[in-house]
């Protein structure tokens, strides 16, 4: 079953840290680009950060600097180190391929950030 399972959210306040981690199996992560995602509510989902199946990161203009994104192909996992958290980073984040044809969209998981 074609899977992505997103954890590690939680409330915390401004100027907080948080590492989210995404599972799947192998035929998701293998030689494929990865993204982070999230959704504020009432507003799109946004790619946040992606990472290549060689491990480079590119990042969203709003995150840079304080998000890390990394992979760990051995567990089929990606992770998004999250620093300096902001109200405005509240949403449900979700994991995908990059690019499309996405897997089916895991359940996310929820971040919220308190003034």
């Known amino acids: 079953q074609v899977q992505l399972v997103e954890s590690g959210g939680g409330l915390v306040q401004a100027g907080g840290s948080l590492r989210l981690s995404c599972a799947g199996s192998a035929m998701i992560f293998t030689a494929k680009s990865m993204g982070w995602f999230r959704q504020a509510p009432g507003k799109q989902r946004e790619l946040v950060a992606s990472?290549?199946?060689?491990?480079?990161?590119n990042y969203a203009d709003s995150v840079k600097g304080r998000f890390t994104i990394s992979r760990d192909d051995r567990s089929n996992t990606v992770y998004l180190q999250m620093n300096s958290l902001t109200p405005e980073d509240t949403a449900v984040y979700y994991c995908?391929?990059?690019?499309?044809?996405?897997?089916?969209w895991g359940q996310g998981t929820q971040v919220t950030v308190s003034p």
């Open positions: 990472i290549t199946s060689g491990g480079y990161g």
């Open positions: 995908n391929r990059l690019l499309r044809p996405y897997v089916a």
